[in-house]
């Protein structure tokens, strides 16, 4: 069969190919931060990555050209997209769990932040808090503190985002990986617990920008 | 700089991209699909050391003039990248996140005799 297929004459076969793709693996995983591969603990659905990146690409045309990126090149930074884990355990607030991966003795410097729901407001007398709970071992019912609060003056359906900053920095700067925020409404009667906890294909997600802070200083090889 | 050729040993970069469905990858990097891992192989000869172009720094080339005026034999020059860019990586991380970074001087550009 191989001698069917036009070889390419410049392409490098057999061992040389398997080494270089060895490198260029361990090379992608020292630069990524990773030990390893990551095994997905779960599919996301492709619609909902989809949304969620159109979301991230709209957030960066947002961005100011040249924003803090470029000034501060030596620092690498991560967008990162999570979507939360729904809980209804304790109405008629609703439970939103997002677990985060990196690795504990790294100090992440957190630049923006912002919680996306698809809700459906039909009159425009709902007010919804956004709360931030305890350590996720204590789940419902832990201390909570008010990351933010706003009526939603505008009808229909749609997604809407709401800052977190800079209350939830501290997290960030905290050993914790898994953050844990609890959504209240007040208003109309519309239930909005119940709304996005029963919506799968618009599943609530985090968009969150960080900078890695390197340990010391880093002096340019000359 | 030289791409690689059958017909030259001068220092060149040789192209090689790997596919991250052929080493299975494919399921956690969302974009890009695959990775352009050049690199830079040949020979460096004294007459092309630190040739415009093919230096890294215009202080090597005038350090590498002076050996080669000098007539010293020892000192040789090396095949290296002089020119590289970051690579964008969109990928899910083990809990499922959506992550995206851009990973600085990933990928080599250029090569030139230092």
């Not at chain 1, 607030?93 to 996306?116: K, V, Y």
């Not at chain 1, 459906?120 to 007398?125: A, E, K, T």
């Not at chain 1, 953050?179 to 969150?208: C, I, K, M, T, Y």
């Not at chain 2, 050391?49 to 000192?75: I, Q």
Request: overall charge positive; charged content about 25%.
């Amino acid at each position: 069969a191989a001698a069917a297929e036009p070889r390419c004459p410049s392409c490098p076969a057999g061992p040389e190919r398997w080494l270089l793709e060895e490198v260029a693996k361990k090379q992608l995983l020292e630069k990524l931060r990773l030990r390893d591969r990551p095994r997905l603990a779960h599919a996301v659905p492709r619609a909902a990555v989809t949304r969620a990146l159109r979301r991230l690409q709209a957030g960066g045309a947002r961005r100011s050209p040249g924003g803090t990126g470029d000034e501060e090149e030596e620092e690498q930074s991560y967008e990162i997209i999570s979507f939360a884990e729904t809980d209804l355990t304790s109405p008629p607030t609703l439970g939103l769990q997002f677990h985060f991966s990196q690795a504990q003795d790294q100090d992440l410097r957190i630049l923006q932040a912002r919680l996306w729901l698809y809700l459906r407001v039909p009159r425009s007398s709902l007010t919804l808090r956004i709360f931030l709970a305890a350590q996720s071992g204590a789940g419902a019912g832990g201390n909570l503190t008010l990351l933010g609060e706003r009526r939603l003056s505008t009808t229909g359906s749609g997604w809407r985002s709401f800052p977190l900053l800079p209350a939830l920095q501290g997290f960030f700067s905290g050993q914790s990986r898994s953050l844990r925020l609890e959504l209240e409404s007040r208003g109309d009667g519309s239930d909005v617990a119940a709304q996005l906890n029963a919506s799968w294909s618009h599943q609530p997600f985090l968009v969150a920008k960080v900078k890695v802070r390197e340990p010391g200083h880093r002096v340019a090889k000359r | 700089s030289l791409r690689c050729s059958q017909n030259s040993n001068l220092c060149c970069r040789k192209d090689f991209y790997v596919d991250f469905r052929d080493i299975g990858w494919n399921d956690w990097i969302i974009k890009p699909e695959g990775y352009q891992i050049n690199y830079c192989v040949g020979q460096c000869p004294l007459h092309v050391a630190g040739s415009p172009g093919m230096a890294s720094s215009f202080h090597t080339a005038v350090f590498n003039l002076v050996k080669a005026n000098s007539g010293r034999a020892s000192g040789h020059s090396c095949c290296v990248p002089t020119r590289r860019r970051p690579l964008s990586v969109l990928y899910f991380d083990r809990n499922s996140n959506i992550v995206k970074t851009d990973i600085p001087d990933m990928i080599v550009d250029a090569c030139g005799c230092s």
